[in-house]
Nanobody, 130 residues
């Protein structure tokens, strides 16, 4: 699976930015698609994930400001997926490198926020809020 992010850049506080991730390859049942972010010296943290028929997760600190979406539900087989992250009311603390990732959840369980559960990663796109 290949993942390519785009849409990062500089933005003023209070502004919005939309990140995109083009994912292509072979997807198995139970695919999780996620966004993570990382700043220097800190661990990579989950920003949002989506799976199934649009089940989403956000940490409490980002609810209401970030929205994850994808253009296909429950992708399986050879597919191309467009994953997006709409970020509104940005604050300087949102400055980070943002990565999209994909993995496969355990049947019957939701996706997770653990990096180790995601097998494929994009190269990252930088978001700078000032």
């Amino acid at each position: 699976v290949q993942l390519v992010e785009s849409g990062g850049g500089p933005v003023q506080a209070g502004g919005s930015l939309r990140l995109s991730c083009e994912a292509s390859g072979y997807f198995y049942s139970g695919t999780c698609m996620a966004w993570f972010r990382q700043t220097p010296g800190k661990e990579r943290e989950a920003v949002a994930y989506i799976y199934g028929r649009g089940v989403t997760y956000y940490p409490d600190s980002l609810k209401g400001r970030f929205t994850i979406s994808q253009d296909s539900q429950e992708p399986q087989g050879n597919a191309k997926i467009l994953l997006t992250l709409q970020m509104n009311d940005l604050i300087p603390e949102d400055t980070a490198s943002y990565y999209c990732a994909t993995g496969q959840r355990v049947r019957g369980l939701p996706c997770t926020t653990r990096q180790s559960d995601y097998d494929y990663w994009g190269q990252g796109t930088q978001v700078t809020v000032s």
